[in-house]
């Protein structure tokens, strides 16, 4: 089959989501969050998991509110394409021609070997294809203020405030910054997903989707904890949303 034009000359087609912006409405208020680490400060310094201390040689200093950033984004890639493929049949030794598709094919004569005992050869023709192929991937990711990757099911899900934007503008220096541009996560899923194959010939049709592109704030508490006889200091991040220890 001719192809007319070069794989590598095509160009995908990209349909990219408008990132949109999240902002968690807070469930926990303060007080709860100190009973929370009141309850759990002393495993934040257990030794082997076993060892704690003295529930009164653990201080919780101070527990501040903040809203902390998440890129989330997720992206499918799709190629329909035709795949060369070199196809080999064996024939009867009788056959002196094969006549496909009106090609006409002249056998050959292969011979070979086992455990280095040459065998009577056979016949087979050779003959060039391309294969029709569907390739589909999909990629989803989240990235912390930091640009390090996370288990978005480690990240709480919760009611969305109406009007994020001046959720943020009020938060002021509570909403905490990224230290990347979201819209570099999305050469990242590019990256992760669209791939062509060397063999491929022709390409039917090729997308990369972005489907979804959010930068999500959720409120947490940062409590600083200090070992009294050690000195030794904890920052604990407990959710605004579930009142659980966060590992973000």
């Keep these: 089959m001719a192809v007319s034009t070069s794989a590598k000359e095509e160009k995908i087609e990209e349909r990219i ?16 969050a100190k009973n929370v680490v009141d309850k759990w400060k002393t495993g934040f310094f257990a030794k082997l998991g076993l060892l704690k ?9 101070s527990i501040l509110l903040f809203y902390e950033p998440f890129v989330i984004t997720k992206a499918n890639y799709f190629l329909d394409y035709y795949k060369k493929k070199t196809y080999t049949i064996r024939i009867g030794d009788e056959v002196s021609e094969v006549i496909i598709f009106g090609q006409l094919l002249k056998p050959k004569v292969v011979k070979e070997r086992m455990r280095g005992i040459l065998k009577r050869g056979h016949k087979e023709i050779v003959f060039e294809a391309q294969e029709r192929v569907i390739h589909k991937a999909t990629v989803q990711i989240a990235l912390n203020r930091t640009g390090h990757e996370i288990d978005l099911t480690k990240l709480p899900s919760a009611t969305a405030m109406p009007e994020p934007e001046e959720a ?24 992760r997903t669209v791939g062509r194959p060397q063999d491929i010939g022709k390409i039917a049709k090729e997308v990369f989707e972005v489907t979804e592109h959010v930068v999500v704030y959720t409120p947490i508490y940062e409590a600083r904890c ?6 030794e200091i904890k920052i604990v991040p407990i959710s605004g949303v579930t009142s659980n220890m966060l590992s973000l």
């Design 17 to 32: 989501e408008r990132k949109k912006l999240i902002v968690h409405k807070i469930v926990t208020d303060l007080e709860t």
């Design 53 to 61: 201390p003295k529930h009164e040689d653990i201080e919780c200093e």
């Design 168 to 191: 943020l503008k009020k938060f002021g220096e509570k909403a905490r910054k990224l230290s990347f541009s979201p819209d570099s996560t999305i050469d990242i899923v590019r990256k």
């Design 226 to 231: 200090r070992h009294l006889k050690t000195g």
